[in-house]
Every structure is written in structure tokens, then in C-alpha cells.
């Protein structure tokens, strides 16, 4: 029943590119998931959710569209 997913090489240090500042993580399910929150950059490029260590990094590329 279990659903597999593509082994990361690291258990608590994802890290996610997104094209927005402001992201929503939940976790992603699983062991890991956590109730959804809001994670705001700010005038940074990267946040880390506090819930399960995973690092939201701003796609240089889309920056110049995330005014
Ligand atoms: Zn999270």
C-alpha cells in the first residue's frame, strides 16, 4: 500500500525551487507532513520551513517577475 517515492539523498535538508516568495508547505506528506503554512521571503531569496527543514530557494530566474 505504501507509495513510493524517489529515495532523497538527504532526509532534512530539501531544498525547493520556487518562482514565488511566498510559498505553501505542508510537508509533502507522508512522514514529514505537518499542517499547511504560509512561508513569506520577504526581502530574502530563501526561507526554510520551520516544520520540516525544507529550504525554499528563489529561482533567479524568476525574480525579476516576483515584484
Ligand atoms: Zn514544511
Redesign the pocket.
Known amino acids: 500500500m505504501s507509495n513510493p517515492i524517489n529515495p532523497s539523498n538527504s532526509s532534512s535538508d530539501d531544498v525547493v525551487i520556487v518562482t514565488r516568495t511566498r510559498v505553501a508547505?505542508?510537508?509533502?506528506g507522508g512522514a514529514?507532513g505537518?499542517p499547511k503554512?504560509w512561508l513569506d521571503m520577504g526581502q530574502d531569496t530563501q526561507v526554510e520551513?520551520k516544520?520540516?527543514?525544507?529550504l525554499f530557494k528563489l529561482d533567479p530566474k524568476a525574480a525579476d517577475t516576483a515584484h
Open positions: 508547505c505542508d510537508g509533502g514529514l505537518h503554512v520551513c516544520y520540516c527543514d525544507r
